[in-house]
């Protein structure tokens, strides 16, 4: 899989709340061949956009014959504690100290309105959460040695009526916090472990 940005140039899709620090992080991953089919892809800088991320585009021409491809299993690879030295954790705990200390508490941290309305304080909140998430996984990934797994693709079943809109928005919740809570080493307590059960038990 190739990210699009391989092939088209990119100013940035993320913001940080600082409105300095600029990054690329959101993609659209296509296979090798599919890029071909590619015309163009860029990031939207809307000025009304709330969201520290801007969408980005992905313009294909879609041919008139396809070639179904089989892509196999997808490798996942993820920090394995199990495998990690006792340095390596140490390594891991100064290294997202050092950067934990790096992010900037949103100035409305401060607020002490307990059923504060406020979507400015809330976006701030969200945000500075995503940040801190991002700099554990990102931390793991560069001081825990990385374990690569196969997964195969399943087979398509055919969706129940309705499921898409009741239930898809649940599931993807459940996965996304599920492979966060995985890549933190399954801890069985804490905030990502009661986000993970929340989400799942919505889901299920
Ligand atoms: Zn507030």
């Not at 560069?142 to 690569?148: A, G, L, M």
């Not at 499921?163 to 459940?174: A, E, F, G, Q, T």
Request: hydrophobic share 35%; charged share 25%; proline share 5%.
């Amino acid at each position: 899989m190739k990210s699009i940005w391989t092939k088209f140039e990119a100013d940035y899709s993320y913001r940080h709340t600082d409105l300095k620090s600029l990054s690329l992080i959101d993609h659209f991953f296509v296979t090798e061949s599919f890029l071909d089919t590619c015309i163009f892809a860029a990031p939207l800088h809307f000025g009304d956009n709330r969201s520290n991320h801007s969408p980005i585009m992905l313009k294909i021409n879609i041919p008139l014959f396809t070639a179904k491809e089989n892509v196999g299993g997808l490798t996942i690879k993820r920090p394995n504690w199990k495998k990690a030295y006792s340095e390596d954790i140490e390594e891991y705990s100064y290294k997202l100290n050092e950067k934990l200390l790096q992010l900037p508490l949103p100035s409305s941290f401060g607020c002490l309105d307990v059923s504060c309305q406020n979507v400015v304080h809330s976006l701030e909140r969200d945000s500075h959460v995503l940040d801190v998430l991002c700099n554990t996984i990102e931390t793991s990934f560069e001081c825990i040695p990385v374990s690569e797994s196969h997964s195969k693709i399943m087979k398509k079943r055919p969706n129940l009526h309705g499921w898409k809109v009741n239930v898809l928005p649940y599931k993807n919740d459940s996965l996304f916090w599920h492979s966060i809570w995985l890549s933190m080493g399954k801890p069985k307590s804490g905030g990502v472990f009661d986000v993970m059960k929340h989400t799942r038990n919505k889901f299920h």
